[in-house]
């Protein structure tokens, strides 16, 4: 099968912040899109750019040659992919399914030998670079799964982003994200501190992360979340709900690989704190407000 415009049918299911940008690429590519949702009106835009709406995941899966999923959490993955009305169970021998979510490792690999069992071959590739990366179309993506489906997919992948990388077999590119997430974790909490000790010592953050946002200090999470912290601008690029899901999957399998993580714990417990205080559908960099 190619994967060229006009000729590849293309399914997405998830149409949240990043999901938005990511099929609204794949549209603008040329390909015939196929969109669900659960919330109808969230596809309201990339419909009436030429998206096909279907009611439901069934019926998208029976349609489509490629079906790429982003949703919230890993138990939405497994209500998406292997429930009756679920992906592998509606879609066609040949078609191939992404799930770019960033879920549990040994989700994806289950989700890839059932698929297998089916005829249906199964990536996992979730990505990094918030709402920017996904409207810029300069995600990391990082992929588990088997190189053939891999190289036919690409074009697709090429749409969507920049530095895409097959990292192995299936449950790779969860693990990859994790790697990404436990990296960001105590980072977020290290740019936090950073800017509020610049603003308590009476300078000025921004002319601050003029200097240290170019020398050994700077970070991606530096250099774009620090302005945004700021600006007092704690609008989600990523909501801190689902860094908390992202955390807790990758302190889980830390702790089964006998890892220990003080940085990724200590992030994870002032992460817990903002939701309790009501702050779960902020932006990540509203860690901010514990510091000031």
């Known amino acids: 099968m190619s994967m060229e415009p006009g000729k590849t049918i293309v399914g997405f299911v998830g149409l949240g912040v990043m999901g938005q940008s990511m099929a609204g690429h794949i549209l603008n590519a040329g390909y015939e899109l196929h969109v669900y949702t659960r919330t109808k009106n969230k596809a309201d835009n990339i419909i009436s750019k030429g998206a096909v709406w279907k009611e439901t995941v069934s019926e998208l899966s029976s349609k489509c040659d490629v079906i790429i999923t982003i949703v ?60 920017l990366g996904a409207q810029n179309a300069s995600l990391s993506i990082m992929v588990g799964g ?54 308590k010592s009476g300078l000025d953050p921004e002319t601050v992360l003029k200097s ?31 860094f908390i899901k992202d955390m807790n999957i990758a302190a889980t399998s830390s702790n089964r690989l006998g890892l220990e993580t003080p940085g990724l714990d200590l992030a994870l417990s002032l992460y817990k704190k903002m939701a309790e205080n009501g702050f779960e559908n902020d932006g990540t960099q509203a860690l901010f407000k514990l510091f000031q």
């Open 72 to 131: 919230g959490f890993p138990a939405d993955v497994e209500d998406v992919y292997l429930v009756g009305d679920g992906i592998l169970n509606h879609a066609g021998k040949g078609t191939v399914v992404i799930d770019m979510t960033t879920s549990i490792p040994d989700l994806a690999v289950k989700i890839y030998e059932q698929a297998k069992e089916k005829g249906i071959e199964s990536l996992d590739a979730p990505v990094s670079g918030g709402d």
């Open 212 to 242: 240290i946002g170019s020398g050994a200090a700077g970070s991606w999470s530096l250099n774009n979340l620090g302005p945004r912290m700021i600006a007092q601008n704690f609008e989600p690029g990523f909501y801190i709900k689902h």
């Open 146 to 199: 088997d190189k053939k489906t891999f190289d036919k997919v690409s074009p697709l992948f090429e749409v969507m982003g920049k530095n895409i990388v097959l990292q192995g077999k299936a449950g790779a590119g969860q693990h990859t994200k994790m790697a990404n997430q436990i990296a960001i974790a105590a980072g977020m909490v290290a740019v936090c501190e950073s800017i509020a000790y610049a603003k």
